[in-house]
């Protein structure tokens, strides 16, 4: 079985910026490329999420449950809460995984691209139409 990695998996080049690059030289080392992962940058993003905005996910829980004069969200734990007084915080990081991957990640989908075209205005699609038409010119597509 064969199958083709997503771009993601895939080494690619970064050029380093110059301000990173005088960093770099004040100790010695000379850094013109980067070669990584795509899909570093995107962990890195996850777990800024998960470590700086996640744990809010239990304060927005005790806040409902205040709001509403609840000690606990069920008792299928004794002594802990229902299982939602467990998993506050994973549901918050769920949502977050779950849009981050339709945002950024997700393949580019021909139906989905359609159905946004289609709820533009008509001066936006013919907009829209002369670019990709003169981008698909461009690749010697048409």
Do not use: W
Request: hydrophobic share 45%.
């Amino acid at each position: 079985m064969q199958c083709e990695r997503s771009h993601v998996f895939q080494v690619a080049h970064y050029n380093v910026p110059a301000t990173v690059k005088s960093l770099f030289a004040l100790v010695g080392v000379e850094l013109t490329i980067l070669k990584l992962y795509p899909f570093i940058f995107h962990t890195i993003m996850m777990a800024c999420f998960a470590s700086l905005i996640g744990p809010f996910g239990g304060f927005f829980a005790s806040g409902f449950k205040r709001a509403f004069k609840i000690k606990d969200f069920g008792d299928s734990i004794p002594g802990h809460g229902g299982l939602m007084d467990r998993f506050d915080c994973q549901l918050l990081m769920g949502t977050f995984v779950y849009v981050y991957y339709i945002t950024f990640l997700s393949p580019a989908n021909p139906e989905r691209l359609l159905k946004m075209v289609l709820q533009m205005k008509q001066e936006e699609q013919l907009e829209f139409f002369s670019l990709l038409q003169t981008a698909l010119k461009g690749q010697g597509q048409l």
